[in-house]
């Protein structure tokens, strides 16, 4: 008796499942190239390519489906999911900056002195740099003045070598000079760049 009962559940189950829409009464439709209503248990050909809904008996759009794009809309389709993924990762990227600037800093103020002495030892080296250029510098002008006492073209081997060294010295330390002074800017440009974000992460929104 049960294993009858199981056998015929399983035939009623089989013929729902096998049964077309138009068993649970759902019709689809579509607009023809004329813009007349088409409809019909399965897909007419004239919605082939076309958006077109399912509708119940009672006229209830059941569900949308929407058209095969052409190949021009699925170049753009894929640019702004592209865009997308894109935004979506300066957004991620953003968040672990946002989140490493947190675990950094303490408060404002700890931005200020960390900046202060991140410049200050920039600064220290920075003084060496030019001390050492002004002692180039006199040395250069001593060379010059050494190299007077002797006649055009019969300057010393070693004095001219002398002198193309200085030279060439002082254009390395003016090199080492500009690099300091950039390196300088660039730091305040980046606490500078730290200490907004970090006021805006902290801020305390109006109202509260």
């Given amino acids: ?19 077309p829409a138009s068993a649970a009464g759902a019709i ?27 509708v119940a008996p009672d006229g209830t759009v059941i569900e949308r489906i929407a058209a095969p794009m052409s190949e021009a809309e699925r170049l753009v389709a894929e640019r702004e999911a592209r865009l997308r993924e894109l935004e979506e990762d300066r957004r991620r990227m953003q968040r672990l900056q946002d989140r490493a600037l947190l675990d950094t800093y303490r408060s404002a103020s700890d931005i200020d002195h960390r900046e202060q002495r991140a410049i200050g030892e920039i600064e220290r080296d920075l003084a060496k ?5 002004r002692q180039l510098h006199q040395t250069h002008e001593r060379l010059q003045e050494e190299a007077k006492l002797h006649p055009a073209g019969a300057v010393p081997v070693d004095l001219t070598q002398a002198i193309r060294d200085n030279q060439s010295e002082l254009a390395a330390q003016d090199t080492v000079i500009d690099a300091k002074l950039k390196n300088i800017e660039a730091v305040r440009a980046r606490y500078s760049r730290d200490r907004e974000r970090f006021q805006a992460l902290t801020a305390t929104p109006a109202g509260r």
């Fill in 28 to 54: 689809l439709c579509c607009e023809n190239a004329d813009g007349r209503r088409v409809c019909g248990d399965v897909l007419p050909q004239a919605c082939y390519g076309r958006a077109y809904r399912r």
């Fill in 1 to 19: 008796m049960i294993a009858r009962c199981v056998a015929a559940l399983g035939l009623t189950l089989a013929s729902l499942l096998s049964a």
């Fill in 129 to 133: 740099a030019k001390e050492r250029q």
